[in-house]
């Protein structure tokens, strides 16, 4: 525990801003009813953005905890693919990565089929 230091604190900050960013995101969507049919579109409207911004910042959140599980168990960093290290460099911009840049840019060039 060490190299990965820098990036497990990236993460850890992260998932407390995306924490609070759903706190807030809730309280909007709970936040009163009001009686004028007309305000309640408009509000029915937000809560559906809302819900979006929700649901990418809970994905956000399972990439976090993925990913600082992997740092735990020692598995953080390898590629899924073939197993080599991904350069630090690669992690610090994306520290999601799951593969290296070789395998990453083979996965696209496949296009994106499912699975
Ligand atoms: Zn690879």
Do not use: H
């Not at 911004?53 to 598995?75: F, P």
């Not at 696209?108 to 699975?115: C, D, I, N, S, Y």
């Amino acid at each position: 525990m060490d190299q990965y230091d820098a990036i497990r604190q990236t993460l850890l900050n992260k998932r407390q801003e995306l924490s609070r960013r759903l706190e807030s995101i809730k309280s909007n969507i709970t936040r009163g009813q009001s009686a004028d049919s007309q305000e309640q579109a408009q509000e029915l409207e937000n809560a559906e953005v809302v819900d979006a911004l929700g649901n990418e910042a809970r994905i956000e959140l399972n990439l976090i905890a993925k990913a600082l599980d992997q740092i735990k168990n020692g598995t953080y960093g390898s590629c899924a693919d073939c197993g080599r290290s991904i350069p630090p460099a690669r992690l610090a911009a994306q520290p999601f990565a799951e593969r290296c840049i070789d395998c990453a840019t083979k996965v696209e060039a496949r296009g994106r089929r499912p699975g």
